[in-house]
């Protein structure tokens, strides 16, 4: 094994999707990652993306139902340093595996708990499976409603919330094996699918605090009107269109300037000097909003994609991605030339084309294997000697009542928006401190929605805020002397800008040679795509996530008619997701992580690493169920063109009032859901009588549970089968920022209040991490420049240093 994780022996208890991508950056890394799996294997190996999931693992089979057995998993938890797990906690108390039984035995385990819900709430003990936290949440109704043409919710196919989770988990037991060092005790780091799934959301959750705040302060717009028509202009701005021959683009012309130069190639140009449309792209009235949507669609199909790619290569100021599908993005010229993708000999399957780790090191090469074999340990170290790993301590002989894991740790953040940034604000909650560099006109996110400050009041939560021209010499000289103070910087520059401006990993590390660089651009730090933008529409798009989630609902190919491509146009729009459901969130999630694992690497006395990751990369690994390619590979489940959901035990129904999703893939679910008065003439069927059976008249069985659950309300269904531990939640209808900055969001203990410099008190998710010896707090948000004065005299500038940086325009205070 290789990697600088080597030391570490991880037990993955559970061998679910959610913890599956927990530990893959382990295993990539160089950690020991054992799996147990039930007899005849784990669901993990029916996915057809097993062979990225399971890379470079170990297979332990184990009934964990026989007590035998289940002291075997305890004789493996003694010797672990890190425990994944996705039972429940009541299965995991039975069988004697909770955090609880196992600690006394292993005092330094770190043992990552994934739920669905989390320990508090109604739902806590229920199935959390991935669609039925997101239609719970909303989000198959307010995201996604508008993929298909039929009224009613919308089947999600891409794991929004798994993946959150997973890389939640990971974030937190990095942190927990941070104060490990310290104290020689392990913890339990507790993360849930549906508040991991909160953390997606850039700002509407801050507009619902906002509207609950103050009442009547504004009233929030829906992304389309009933027609279909967009109701922002951020929607011309990010346009979907069709090329000549048939091809869908998603177009990123965010900021002024380059929508200018996007009119102008789209030969459009004299509306900025014409009185009836200078507020291009602005329209309040509804008529003219539609006119130019039509002219600036026809504008874009007057070109074919190789005309558009031409077009691109010569003006970096326009750009857009095309809409992938599949495994396409493992060809996306990006990856190639980056070394995104990488191919490993499967002893069954043959070369398998997969994506590279997630993380890359400078310098640091990474052994890639192969998934195992079901019970196949070889290579698992067990109780053998570490390897290269830090001195063990034994447990502390009196519990540690610590602080914050990562209290003392500085974070130089430089970039902005969403996706690399709120990675930090992440980790504010456990203690690290974090200072912002913004520009003099500030984070853009602070004008970016009509409430001032409401854009960025989640990302900025626990920051520092320091306004520096960082453009000029004596701005780049302040920043490299907080480089001076700082642990890790963060740079989601796109690819050249921070070189450019003089504040790239060389730069810095010749100011601080222990200061770790985390570099998290949007499509990497090199490559032909490296400098272009990269917004979240645009790596939907590119990147797969919208096409995945549209499935057969939305065909390939060319429409003829305006009116179509309108009607295609929105549609690919809302596949693309939306609150908490998009790549910012994805991405953020990642750069958590990357930056947790920077600081245990330095606490580990590995400072001054060069570590990389991308928006890109990101959502690439978010679909690593299905994210490989290999002869011979079986089709991946797909949202049918009714956009219910994948098959007639994991879908939509509508009932006499409302929807549900129903979720009981597994065959002892079936056995539950027949036992139920209104479904028990199917178990006598014998079209239904075993998985085989009920997968070949899946239409049929669709049928008639279609037929039974339009004979009550949705909420009787959710109580009912709840109550016989089948999943099956109410689809809701209401936003998801609605329901997390709400009653949802409260009775099952995610909100928190908060005092803000800008606002006062209001509700917020809470920390996604929670640790059951370290403390965690909830932040909040800072104004502009409100501690560059603080900043720069503890880096040793007086008061009239600062006041002739503030005559020259070099900063600003708040």
Known sequence: MSGPLRHLRVLDLSASLPSALATLPLADLGADVLMVEPP?????????????LGRGKH??????????DAEAARALIAEADVVVSS??????????????????????????????????????????????????????????????????????????????AGQSALAGVFAALVERETSGLGQQVQVSLAEALAGQDPYNQANAAIVSRFPGAFSAVPRFTADGLPNHHLAFRLLVALTADGHWLQFSQTQPRHFRVFMEKLGLAWMFDDPAWKSVPDFPDIDQRLRFWDMILEAARTRTLAEWQELFAENDDVFAEIFRRGTDVLHHPQVVATGGVVVIDDPVLGPVRQPAPIVAIDDVPLLLESAPALNDRRGWRGSAPRDGGPTLRGAATEPASPGQPLS????????????????????????ARVIKIEPLDGEPLRTLLPFPEAGAMKVLQGKESVVIDFARPEGRELVERIAGLSTIALCSFRAGVAERLGLGPDDLQKVNPDLTYVYAPGYGTEGPYGRRPAFAPT????????????????????????????????????????????????ASAAVASALALAAYLARLGHPGQVIRTSMLHSTIHAM????????????????????????????????SSGWVFLAAPAEREWHSLVSATPFAPLAADSRFADESSRAKHDAE?????????????????????????????????????????????????????????????YERIGPLIHLSRSQTTATVGCTLGQHTAAVLTEIGLDEQAISELLAKDVISVG
Request: net charge negative.
């Open 40 to 52: 005849g294997g784990s669901s993990l190996r029916r996915l057809v993306g097993y062979p990225l």
């Open 59 to 68: 297979s332990i089979e184990l009934d964990l139902q026989l007590p035998s």
């Open 87 to 164: 039972l429940r906690d009541a299965a995991t108390a039975r069988l004697g595996l909770d955090y609880a039984s196992v600690s006394a035995v292993n005092p330094r385990l770190v043992y990552a708990s994934i739920s669905g819900w989390g320990p508090h709430g109604p739902l806590a003990a229920s199935k959390g499976y991935e669609a039925l936290v997101l239609a719970k949440v909303g989000a198959m109704w307010t995201s996604f409603q508008q993929i298909t043409p039929r009224p009613g919710p919308t089947f999600c196919s891409v794991p929004y919330a798994s993946w959150s």
């Open 408 to 431: 003392g740790m500085v974070i130089l953040e430089l970039g902005s928006f969403f996706a690399g940034p709120f990675g930090a604000t992440v980790l504010t909650d456990l203690g």
């Open 539 to 586: 790596m939907s798009a590119g990147g797969g996530l919208a096409g995945r989630n549209a499935g057969d609902i939305v065909p390939d190919g060319n429409v003829e008619h305006l009116a179509d491509v309108r009607a295609r146009s929105v549609q690919m729009m809302a596949a693309a997701g939306g609150a908490a459901t998009q790549p910012d969130g994805i």
């Open 624 to 655: 690593a169920d299905q994210m490989v390619e290999f002869d011979d590979k079986p089709p991946v489940p797909t949202v049918g063109p009714d956009g219910y959901g994948l098959h007639a035990l994991y879908r939509l129904y509508e009932t």
């Open 701 to 761: 069985l669709g049928e008639a549970l279609a037929e039974r659950f339009a004979t009550r309300p949705a909420v009787e269904w959710e109580r009912d089968l709840l109550a016989r531990d089948v999943g099956c939640v109410v689809a809701d209808e209401r936003t998801v920022e609605s329901n997390f900055i709400g009653d949802f969001g409260r009775e099952h203990g995610y909100l928190v209040t908060v005092d803000s410099p800008i606002i006062g008190e």
